[in-house]
C-alpha cells in the first residue's frame, strides 16, 4: 500500500497567486481529512469529507480557502489569493472507522507551502 | 472531546523504556485514548488506543488507569528513531476530526 499521496512536497509562490495542494487517500478509505500545521497555532484541522461529502469545513481560514473530491480517489486544497499567512505545512489523511465507531487515521507526508 | 495534559518534553537512554504520561482527567465513558506520533518533517503517525484495556501492539503498550483519568504511553526499548513529538488525544465515538495539543517531545538519547 503506497500510503497517503500528497503532491507537490514542496511549493513556493508568490503573495496573490493561486495555489493547489493534491491529495491521493488509501484505497479503500471514506473519509478525507485536510490538517495545517505551523509553529503558533501547531496543527489543526481544516475541513473532512466523508464519502466524498465535505462534512465540516469550520477550520476553513477564509473564502480564500475552498476544498474539493471530485471523486474517492482525489482531493484538492486550493487556496486563492495566496497570502504569506498561509506558509505552513498541509497535511491530509484518509481512514475507515474501526468496528468502536472512532477513527484511525493514516497521515501523508505533508506539502510544504511558502508564500513570499 | 477532553482534554489532555502532556509534559512538554522527556529524556530517554537509547535502549530503555520509555514511559510516557498523559492526563486526561475529564474524558468521559465512551471516550477512546488516542497516541500518535510525528518524526521531525513527517506526517503524524498512529501507534495505539484503547478504551480501558491496557493494550499492546508492536509498536508500543498504552496502559490506562482503572478509574481512565490518566494513561502511559510506553516504548519497551527506545531507539533513535523514536525521537518525536508524542501526541495523547481523547476520541469520541462518532467524532471523526482529530484535535492535536502540543504533545511530548521525546529525546532518545544515544
Known amino acids: 500500500d503506497a500510503g497517503v499521496i500528497q503532491s507537490p512536497r514542496h511549493e513556493v509562490t508568490e503573495m496573490g497567486q493561486e495555489v493547489t495542494l493534491r491529495c491521493k487517500p488509501i484505497?479503500?478509505?471514506?473519509?478525507l481529512f485536510w490538517y495545517r500545521q505551523t509553529m503558533m497555532r501547531g496543527l489543526e484541522l481544516l475541513i473532512y469529507?466523508?464519502?466524498?461529502?465535505?462534512?465540516?469545513d469550520s477550520g476553513m481560514p477564509e473564502d480564500r480557502f475552498s476544498a474539493k473530491m471530485p471523486n474517492a480517489s482525489f482531493s484538492t486544497l486550493k487556496i486563492q489569493p495566496s497570502e504569506p499567512r498561509d506558509s505552513a505545512v498541509y497535511f491530509c489523511a484518509s481512514s475507515q472507522p474501526t468496528p468502536s465507531g472512532t477513527d484511525t487515521q493514516y497521515f501523508g507526508p505533508g506539502t510544504r507551502l511558502t508564500v513570499l | 472531546d477532553a482534554k489532555t495534559t502532556q509534559p512538554t518534553s522527556m529524556d530517554c537512554a537509547e535502549g530503555r523504556a520509555a514511559n510516557l504520561p498523559c492526563n486526561h482527567s475529564?474524558?468521559?465513558?465512551?471516550?477512546?485514548v488516542y497516541w500518535y506520533r510525528q518524526i521531525h518533517s513527517q506526517g503524524p503517525q498512529y501507534i495505539i488506543h484503547?478504551?480501558?484495556n491496557n493494550e499492546t501492539n508492536e509498536m508500543a503498550s498504552l496502559i490506562i488507569t482503572e478509574d481512565r483519568k490518566s494513561s502511559t504511553l510506553i516504548l519497551p526499548h527506545a531507539t533513535l528513531r523514536d525521537t518525536a513529538v508524542y501526541y495523547c488525544?481523547?476520541?469520541?465515538?462518532?467524532?471523526?476530526?482529530?484535535?492535536f495539543g502540543s504533545g511530548t517531545r521525546l529525546q532518545v538519547q544515544p
Open positions: 484505497s479503500g478509505h471514506n473519509s
Open positions: 488525544i481523547a476520541v469520541k465515538p462518532g467524532r471523526r476530526a482529530l484535535t
Open positions: 484503547g478504551l480501558k
Open positions: 475529564t474524558i468521559s465513558g465512551n471516550e477512546y
Open positions: 469529507f466523508n464519502n466524498n461529502v465535505p462534512i465540516d
